[in-house]
């Protein structure tokens, strides 16, 4: 969105934005009073919070955060009223020309109206369309955040500013909140624990491109392998496809037109230009359309997970979270339009189970026909309607989010919206709908009267990004995975040298059972050798001493710090097998 368009959206702020947007601008008197020559940019609401861009004549450190909020508090405290006025543009432009206000003006000049908000508050006036509260004493408790720096309408060709974000909130309570929920997602920052639990490493060489280290490559696997069950369970069957493809496979699935920014496109030999494989869609129409299908073949449920890259501005890379290599646990099904509901129907109920099983809340969303979209307007609003009847009938009316213009550019979908156990939302899966690829790509289908009919494609991953997937999993469970996913599932930690050979048939025996475990062998007491496995989070840490050894049995501690005793090594295997096998999230 435009820094013109934040403006103009700007009415349509909820109570708290409006709070927050006010806070905004006694922030930004509070910095008037300390930099009288300071230039002002923009200070909308955000978020859980509100930020100002500023020209000043010297950088901010964090050390000046409580001098403005001090100033803040003053202002607050004077409960000063919150004064709306219309200025004609070339009053407002003279205005602000004057007091050297560059950034005010250029808005200005790209404003249509021959009118321009204008507010003040005690001894700020600012170009504003509001709306605030009515003074100064009805913001709540605030709190300056941080300090970062921020170009000039997002263009890295002109000057950067210096950005202010701040949070505001009706009490207290509220805000001692929101700074717990920031301390608890620092420590459960998927690239910090992902580091420390040894998962992946991301290389300047290689940017946006995770290494799979070890063990996150058996947490990756793991994912896979319970997908792959359960999908072949229900149809579903699983092919793999080139990493590139001519770039003509790209012009017709119209990728080209429309998403050739984010692809990586190489060229090769004898002239032929390349376009390395974004998504998955094409190809498996490539797939379907190898030999004459009937009506008796549909569905046809073809899966894949093969690797994808998409050409991302660094600096929206974020760790697992926003990546350039990455794969989808995808599907393209084949239907006529008979089949639609009844499929729809057994993909939610895949995303319950797979959302269910890692305890996750998920809600849906509705995606509109977008802007730039390929196709006929009939069939997108017969598309849209046949999803909304689908959600009606599945969540019931009003029990879902609707995006206008949010579609893929071939067809509407349904998002699956993930919250965390921090409550923040994640777009994860999604469902989209699709009647334009088939036709680009002469789909085709024999129907029973002996007519050739095009198909339907239904689009759709339940994981989303693998990548994205693990990184949110990460942050949700700090680090510490169900037993099942858990890269290794239990530490045996003998207590002396002698009690080593006992602890590795205790390995053998765990292996033999299907469990992933470890010996840890250091000359380490064995206080620190549970401390550090509880540090890596690993479910069971198994000691073994005399006593252990005489009795064929282990002593279970949990990653929790509860002692389970000890136990024949028989029945802790058979515990922990039960509990694997359940994909239960106790231990």
Same mark, same amino acid.
């Given at each position: 969105?435009?820094?013109?368009?934040?403006?103009?959206?700007?009415?349509?702020?909820?109570?708290?934005?409006?709070?927050?947007?006010?806070?905004?601008?006694?922030?930004?008197?509070?910095?008037?009073?300390?930099?009288?020559?300071?230039?002002?940019?923009?200070?909308?609401?955000?978020?859980?919070?509100?930020?100002?861009?500023?020209?000043?004549?010297?950088?901010?450190?964090?050390?000046?955060?409580?001098?403005?909020?001090?100033?803040?508090?003053?202002?607050?405290? $004077?409960?000063?009223?919150?004064?709306?006025?219309?200025?004609?543009?070339?009053?407002?432009?003279?205005?602000?020309?004057?007091?050297?206000?560059?950034?005010?003006?250029?808005?200005?000049?790209?404003?249509?109206?021959?009118?321009?908000?204008?507010?003040?508050?005690?001894?700020?006036?600012?170009?504003?369309?509001?709306?605030?509260?009515? %003074?100064?004493?009805?913001?709540?408790?605030?709190?300056?955040?941080?300090?970062?720096?921020?170009?000039?309408?997002?263009?890295?060709?002109?000057?950067?500013?210096?950005?202010?974000?701040?949070?505001?909130?009706?009490?207290?309570?509220?805000?001692?909140?929101?700074?717990?929920?920031?301390?608890?997602?620092?420590?459960?920052?998927?690239?910090?624990?992902?580091?420390?639990?040894?998962?992946?490493?991301?290389?300047?060489?290689?940017? #946006?491109?995770?290494?799979?280290?070890?063990?996150?490559?058996?947490?990756?696997?793991?994912?896979? %392998?319970?997908?792959?069950?359960?999908?072949?369970?229900?149809?579903?069957?699983?092919?793999?496809?080139?990493?590139?493809?001519?770039?003509?496979?790209?012009?017709?699935?119209?990728?080209?037109?429309?998403?050739?920014?984010?692809?990586?496109?190489?060229?090769?030999?004898?002239?032929?230009?390349?376009?390395?494989?974004?998504?998955?869609?094409?190809?498996?129409?490539?797939?379907?359309?190898?030999?004459?299908?009937?009506?008796?073949?549909?569905?046809?449920?073809?899966?894949?997970?093969?690797?994808?890259?998409?050409?991302?501005?660094?600096?929206?890379?974020?760790?697992?979270?926003?990546?350039?290599?990455?794969?989808?646990?995808?599907?393209?099904?084949?239907?006529?339009?008979?089949?639609?509901?009844?499929?729809?129907?057994?993909?939610?109920?895949?995303?319950?189970?797979?959302?269910? &099983?890692?305890?996750?809340?998920?809600?849906?969303?509705?995606?509109?026909?977008?802007?730039?979209?390929? #196709?006929?307007?009939?069939?997108?609003?017969?598309?849209?309607?046949?999803?909304?009847?689908?959600?009606?009938?599945?969540?019931?009316?009003?029990?879902?989010?609707?995006?206008?213009?949010?579609?893929?550019?071939?067809?509407?979908?349904?998002?699956?919206?993930?919250?965390?156990?921090?409550?923040?939302?994640?777009?994860? #899966?999604?469902?989209?709908?699709?009647?334009?690829?088939?036709?680009?790509? %002469?789909?085709?289908? &024999?129907?029973?009267?002996?007519?050739?009919?095009?198909?339907?494609?239904?689009?759709?991953?339940?994981?989303?990004?693998?990548?994205?997937?693990?990184?949110?999993?990460?942050?949700?469970?700090? $680090?510490?995975?169900?037993?099942?996913?858990?890269?290794?599932?239990?530490?045996?930690?003998?207590?002396?040298?002698?009690?080593?050979?006992?602890?590795?048939?205790?390995?053998?025996?765990?292996?033999?059972?299907?469990?992933?475990?470890?010996?840890?062998?250091?000359?380490?007491?064995?206080?620190?050798? &549970?401390?550090?496995?509880?540090?890596?989070?690993?479910?069971?840490?198994?000691?073994?001493?005399?006593?252990?050894?005489?009795?064929?049995?282990?002593?279970?501690?949990?990653?929790? %710090?509860?002692?389970?005793?000890?136990?024949?090594?028989?029945?802790?295997?058979?515990?922990?097998?039960?509990?694997?096998?359940?994909?239960?999230?106790?231990?």
């Amino acid at each position: 969105m435009s820094i013109e368009a934040e403006m103009q959206e700007s009415m349509g702020y909820t109570p708290i934005q409006r709070m927050c947007h006010s806070a905004a601008h006694v922030m930004a008197e509070a910095v008037q009073e300390m930099f009288p020559g300071a230039k002002f940019a923009i200070g909308p609401a955000i978020e859980d919070g509100f930020y100002y861009d500023f020209d000043l004549p010297r950088s901010l450190t964090p050390e000046d955060l409580p001098e403005i909020e001090k100033r803040m508090a003053r202002i607050v405290k $004077g409960k000063y009223p919150f004064l709306r006025d219309r200025w004609p543009r070339e009053k407002a432009l003279e205005y602000f020309q004057q007091k050297g206000q560059v950034y005010k003006v250029e808005l200005i000049e790209h404003l249509p109206d021959a009118e321009v908000g204008i507010y003040q508050q005690h001894n700020f006036l600012d170009l504003c369309r509001g709306p605030h509260v009515e %003074n100064t004493g009805q913001i709540g408790p605030f709190k300056l955040m941080r300090v970062a720096g921020a170009y000039w309408r997002g263009d890295e060709f002109r000057p950067m500013l210096q950005r202010i974000y701040g949070t505001a909130w009706f009490n207290q309570e509220e805000l001692d909140q929101y700074l717990w929920r920031l301390e608890e997602a620092q420590k459960r920052d998927h690239r910090k624990l992902g580091k420390e639990l040894e998962l992946f490493h991301f290389d300047p060489l290689a940017p #946006g491109m995770p290494y799979w280290l070890p063990r996150g490559l058996k947490l990756l696997v793991e994912l896979i %392998n319970f997908w792959r069950v359960e999908h072949e369970k229900r149809g579903y069957q699983e092919f793999a496809a080139p990493l590139l493809n001519d770039r003509k496979l790209w012009e017709v699935s119209g990728h080209m037109g429309h998403y050739q920014d984010n692809m990586f496109l190489i060229s090769g030999s004898e002239g032929i230009a390349y376009g390395v494989k974004p998504m998955n869609c094409p190809n498996a129409i490539t797939v379907y359309n190898l030999k004459t299908r009937s009506y008796r073949d549909l569905p046809l449920r073809l899966s894949d997970v093969d690797v994808l890259h998409r050409q991302e501005r660094s600096g929206t890379l974020h760790g697992l979270l926003r990546v350039q290599k990455f794969q989808q646990d995808d599907a393209h099904i084949f239907v006529t339009e008979e089949q639609l509901e009844d499929e729809f129907a057994n993909i939610l109920g895949i995303a319950d189970l797979f959302y269910r &099983i890692f305890d996750l809340k998920y809600t849906l969303r509705l995606g509109t026909r977008p802007a730039s979209y390929v #196709g006929d307007l009939e069939t997108w609003e017969k598309a849209e309607a046949i999803l909304r009847r689908i959600l009606d009938k599945h969540r019931g009316p009003g029990n879902y989010l609707v995006l206008e213009g949010d579609g893929a550019f071939y067809g509407p979908k349904i998002d699956i919206l993930m919250e965390d156990v921090l409550g923040r939302s994640w777009q994860m #899966g999604t469902i989209q709908l699709d009647y334009q690829e088939p036709r680009r790509f %002469n789909c085709s289908y &024999i129907d029973k009267d002996g007519a050739q009919k095009t198909p339907i494609i239904i689009h759709r991953v339940i994981y989303g990004s693998l990548e994205r997937f693990i990184g949110i999993l990460i942050e949700h469970t700090a $680090g510490a995975f169900p037993l099942w996913l858990a890269p290794v599932q239990a530490m045996v930690i003998p207590i002396a040298d002698r009690h080593q050979d006992y602890a590795y048939q205790v390995l053998a025996k765990l292996k033999e059972a299907g469990i992933r475990a470890e010996v840890d062998t250091r000359g380490e007491r064995m206080n620190a050798k &549970i401390r550090d496995a509880q540090l890596q989070k690993i479910p069971y840490m198994l000691v073994v001493g005399d006593k252990e050894a005489a009795a064929e049995a282990v002593s279970v501690r949990l990653r929790t %710090n509860v002692d389970l005793k000890s136990m024949p090594l028989t029945q802790f295997i058979e515990r922990a097998g039960n509990i694997i096998k359940a994909r239960s999230m106790e231990l």
